[in-house]
């Protein structure tokens, strides 16, 4: 099982900016960023793959970048123009032989 530790996060006006991070304990083929708004399904924001490529969520694109440092085995989330619809815990995500989630960190955006 891939350890992941997540940084980052916290509260911000709408229109600012945050960055998260994580970490892997391992190599990892495809790493990412799912959030969770109170009430709502867990959702897709993006992943990225060891080569480089990226999906983004429809909400998201433009606003959020994603990247990583295979050499550190990281993955971070630029996010920008932030709206308060992206309030959510945001949760790492790590797939390689199996799915593995990071603890979650909090995002809080206010009006």
């Known amino acids: 099982q891939v350890q992941l530790v997540e940084s980052g996060g916290g509260l911000v006006q709408a229109g600012g900016s945050l960055r998260l991070s994580c970490a892997a304990s391992?190599?990892?083929?495809?790493m990412g960023w799912y959030r969770q708004a109170p009430g709502k399904q867990r959702e897709l924001v993006a992943t990225?793959?060891?080569?480089?490529?990226?999906t983004y969520a429809d909400s998201v694109k433009g606003r959020f970048t994603i990247s990583r440092d295979n050499g550190k085995n990281t993955v971070d989330l630029q996010m920008n123009s932030l709206k308060p619809e992206d309030t959510a815990v945001y949760y790492c995500?790590?797939?390689?032989?199996?799915?593995?989630w990071g603890q979650g960190t909090q995002v809080t955006v206010s009006s």
């Open positions: 995500y790590a797939r390689q032989y199996q799915i593995d």
């Open positions: 391992g190599k990892i083929f495809i």
């Open positions: 990225i793959t060891s080569g480089g490529t990226t």
